[in-house]
């Protein structure tokens, strides 16, 4: 009978989208071919704390997960060659071993390369990108600015500091007009971000951006609608189908992302099928330049006259069975589970 492997599943994190984690992470669990792997379960708490998690998954979901019947605290051996999870248990050290780590968190000290950059240390394989597409996936100005030496449109914007003069923000956004976008240089899921559609506003809107990062982009709107492509890959990535965001009013924010209560998505998008292939086609180069690996989604605008504009790549995308990578991957004939035993085999090719 042939031996599972090991995969370290790493939930929670001390960033915004930590209850975003736990979703995810619970269909990546599920859904694990479970003749071929074995889930091991590492938690970090919303303050850092790490633990290796043996309950059910439904604790995850109903974020119970965190108590002494079910967590031992736990640490990542920094030893390379080790791969293995260290249980800090009363009666001693126990050894888990590590074959890869599928990381499932959002936004800083998980998807923002600070993880990646801990494991690569260690030696452990990593389902996804690593440390240096981690960060640019996150840090929207230098993703911006990558893409666009690789021929493709991206939105005008100015990075601000705290420092930054009002009138300097004030300036800009009156060269780019508004509605403008105001938003975190590095967070997701849409923390932070607003729509501003007048200069009295611009205040408010920066002052909340700060809130979750130290720099802010004031970025011009893009007409049309939003598109994403799921891509999953090495040196030669393949693509799902192309979705596409129709909204009744306002931007995809937190809450229209979670709920769709206003939205809908389509999938695949109600595009021309040559218009399709270019978006794969720009996903694919765009997926290449910031060096991802394993997989990423890769969200893009769609102009009234036809121009794709680059928005921002995620690294680690949604992954409940319902949420957007899942579902392009499906369209294009590739299963929740089938898509999880890639993303760990090119793990596991080097």
């Known amino acids: 009978m042939m031996n599972k492997i090991n995969v370290g599943v790493f939930f929670g994190g001390c ?3 930590y209850s975003v984690s736990l979703s995810s992470a619970s269909g990546v669990i599920l859904n694990l071919d479970s003749e071929k792997y074995r889930p091991v379960l590492i938690g970090i708490s919303q303050d850092g704390q790490w ?8 604790k995850l979901l109903s974020d119970t997960w965190q108590n002494p019947a079910d967590c031992v605290p736990a640490v990542l051996s920094p030893n390379r060659g080790d791969n293995c999870l260290l249980l800090l248990k009363e009666s001693g050290i126990e050894r888990v071993p590590l074959d890869v780590a599928f990381p499932v968190l959002h936004g800083g000290n998980g998807e923002d390369g600070t993880l990646q950059g801990l494991l690569e240390l260690s030696g452990i394989p990593i389902a996804g990108c690593g440390t240096l597409a981690s960060a640019l996936g996150m840090d929207k100005d230098r993703a911006h600015r990558l893409v666009s030496l690789e021929g493709v449109r991206v939105p005008k914007h100015l990075v601000a500091e705290p420092d930054t003069p009002a009138r300097r923000m004030e300036d800009f956004a ?8 105001v ?8 923390y932070g971000v607003t729509k501003v559609a007048c200069r009295e506003h611009l205040a408010a809107a920066v002052s909340l951006a700060f ?24 040196r030669e990535p393949i693509t799902g189908e192309v979705d596409e965001i129709e909204l009744s009013g306002g931007f995809f924010d937190f809450t229209e992302k979670y709920t769709l209560k206003t939205s809908a998505i389509h999938v695949p998008a109600r595009i021309d099928p040559a218009k399709a292939a270019e978006i794969k086609d720009i996903a694919k180069r765009i997926y290449l330049a910031l060096g991802c690996r394993g997989f990423a989604r890769v969200d893009m605008f769609l102009t009234p006259d036809g121009q794709v504009v680059f928005n921002e790549v995620n690294t680690i995308p949604g992954f409940t069975e319902h ?28």
């Open 323 to 350: 949420s957007r990578y899942p579902g392009m991957m499906k369209a294009a004939g590739h299963s929740f589970r089938q898509v999880l035993s890639r993303i760990l085999e090119l793990a596991l090719e080097g």
């Open 211 to 234: 809130q979750y990062d130290s720099q802010v982009l004031i970025e011009e709107n893009i007409p049309g609608f939003e598109v994403g492509c799921a891509v999953l890959g090495n």
């Open 174 to 181: 009156e060269e780019i007009g508004y509605p403008l976008y």
């Open 51 to 58: 633990f290796h998690y043996a309950g059910p998954v439904e």
């Open 183 to 190: 938003k975190p240089v590095k967070a997701g899921s849409s």
């Open 15 to 17: 960033s915004p989208e």
